[in-house]
Nanobody
Framework: QVQLVESGGGLVQPGGSLRLSCAASGFTFSIYAMKWYRQAPGKEREWVATINSSGALRTYADSVKGRFTISRDNAKSTVYLQMNSLKPEDTAKYYC????????WGQGTQVTVSS
């Protein structure tokens, strides 16, 4: 069965950095694009970034462009989200996502940006 397990969240001060990880299992990771989403309290879930199967193509939401970097290690079946210059408005639960015949989500990891 497909499993996505996020980790790496935490409390960080504005301007700080975090690196999120999403370990995938139960499917052939290397042939699927992977995405990160986030959901802040009281708001809808929003797309953050996508990386294609090889890692050559990456796209970002305007709100994170230039600050966040998505990457993947197909040998480890893991996708990452490096987050720099964090702002309080980045506070949210972050989820990784894959679409095969169905759509799959991890349980999420909380990121809180506060002084």
């Amino acid at each position: 069965q497909v499993q996505l397990v996020e980790s790496g969240g935490g409390l960080v001060q504005p301007g700080g950095s975090l690196r999120l990880s999403c370990a995938a299992s139960g499917f052939t990771f290397s042939i699927y694009a992977m995405k990160w989403y986030r959901q802040a309290p009281g708001k809808e879930r929003e797309w953050v970034a996508t990386i294609n199967s090889s890692g050559a193509l990456r796209t970002y939401a305007d709100s994170v462009k230039g600050r966040f970097t998505i990457s993947r290690d197909n040998a480890k079946s893991t996708v990452y989200l490096q987050m720099n210059s964090l702002k309080p408005e980045d506070t949210a639960k972050y989820y990784c996502n894959v679409v095969r015949t169905n759509e799959y989500w991890g349980q999420g990891t909380q990121v809180t940006v506060s002084s």
